[in-house]
């Protein structure tokens, strides 16, 4: 919902000042509840992307008005992402295993190091350009059974779903960087340029560490967006 | 106030679940009033880093126990991110010069195309390293007088405030990127690795946009945390 009101603000060219449709008329045109839709408003108003002005509605705000496409602050699967932008995607799996955490993912995941978990990594294709570089590592329980059982092309984050582990939330930390040298060799991935690395820890709804993930976007493909405040 | 209370979670490594002091033992540890600290305590709980329970206190969240040390939803100057780092600063002015808005500048200060500006290029360093190269684009009539007789090396937050222009805010774009090559080579930048490019528009408490920022940070050396939400 809160997308489909994005896109409209996109559609029209809605500028600072301009005035949203009302409640009513969004939830006709969408074929969604009232509540559903004051619900995608209010989150937009605490971005800070519509200003709501009592009794007279809702107006785009002078930072809406440079549309927010895919804001960092929110959490959104890889094929979430790419989809909105606009890509047919292909997933390819490089590799998954099962192993014990190391320092870094022990310290991410809250566990002890050495502790069981499963690896994946994939590409994530979009009109067959490699555009996402994506390296997991779940927590070894989240998922029970031989991993050789899965399709781990198809999202991880409904899978864990599935399992009762709702992913609501993540810690992330942001950089430029390269992909790591033996990764670039081994998949044939060199010349893709600088990439945009998001380290992420993903919590469920109960505050669980699940699933830790280095995503490598490429530079040149995609970008993210941010309000920031004083 | 907010930095304070983060570095002292970080200080005690409080973990999720962990009480921060009270109110009263803040105020008095750092030698502020309480609505001070109250302000503060309330940001950090809209950011998700602690939660409050009515009549027991405030705690560390799941998520704020992984320490948001450069939020990026936090509009602050290179000048701030560097010092907060523990970098000591060094600022070089490699060019000043008055011009006329190129289309993305003019997009970006919803200016027309051509009106005047002041472009201003500088390197940051941080214990002598090259660590944000800093393109700005300002509106010509927000810094009055000849660019001649600035101190181009000081803050220029600041000196927009002099003249009332007070940035609280800014629309951020975000992705990995290389150096503009005439750059590099004209002011010797290469083998610094993939940068990590903030293109900014700052807006002022009216709502006012007066500079645009092309920010390239050594993606060796800085990175920016943030918290997502579905």
Same mark, same amino acid.
């Given at each position: ?41 209010? %989150? ?37 992402? *790419?989809? /909105? ?15 014990? /955490? ?37 927590? !070894? ?18 899978? @864990? ?11 992330? !930390?942001?950089?430029?960087?390269? *992909? ?16 945009? @690395?998001?380290?992420?820890?993903? @919590?469920?709804? %109960?505050?669980? !560490? ?6 490598? +976007?490429?530079?040149? /493909? ?5 309000? !920031? +405040?004083?």
């Amino acid at each position: 919902m809160r997308q489909e009101i994005l896109d409209l603000i996109a559609e029209r060219g809605l500028d600072a000042g301009d005035k949203l449709d009302a409640e009513s008329a969004l939830s006709k045109r969408f074929g969604v509840s009232r509540p559903t839709v004051r619900e995608a408003l209010k %989150s937009l108003e605490q971005e800070g992307v519509l200003n709501a002005v009592q009794g007279q509605g809702r107006f785009i705000s002078s930072m809406g008005s440079l549309a927010v496409e895919r804001p960092i602050t929110r959490y959104e699967s890889i094929t979430e992402v *790419l989809t /909105a932008l606009g890509y047919e995607i292909v997933t390819a799996v490089l590799g998954v295993a099962e192993g014990e /955490a190391t320092a870094v993912e022990a310290k991410a995941l809250r566990l002890e190091e050495g502790a069981p978990v499963i690896r994946l990594a994939r590409i994530r294709y979009g009109n067959d350009e490699p555009l996402v570089v994506n390296l997991n590592t779940i927590v !070894r329980d989240a998922l029970p059974g031989s991993p050789a059982h899965r399709d781990w092309s198809a999202s991880l984050t409904s899978a @864990l779903e599935a399992h009762g582990h709702h992913i609501t939330s993540s810690v992330a !930390r942001i950089t430029a960087t390269e *992909l790591p040298p033996e990764f670039v060799q081994r998949h044939a991935l060199s010349d893709l340029g600088p990439w945009l @690395l998001v380290q992420e820890t993903c @919590l469920t709804t %109960s505050g669980r !560490r699940v699933l830790y993930a280095e995503d490598y +976007h490429r530079g040149d /493909a995609i970008a993210f967006n941010v309000l !920031r +405040h004083r």
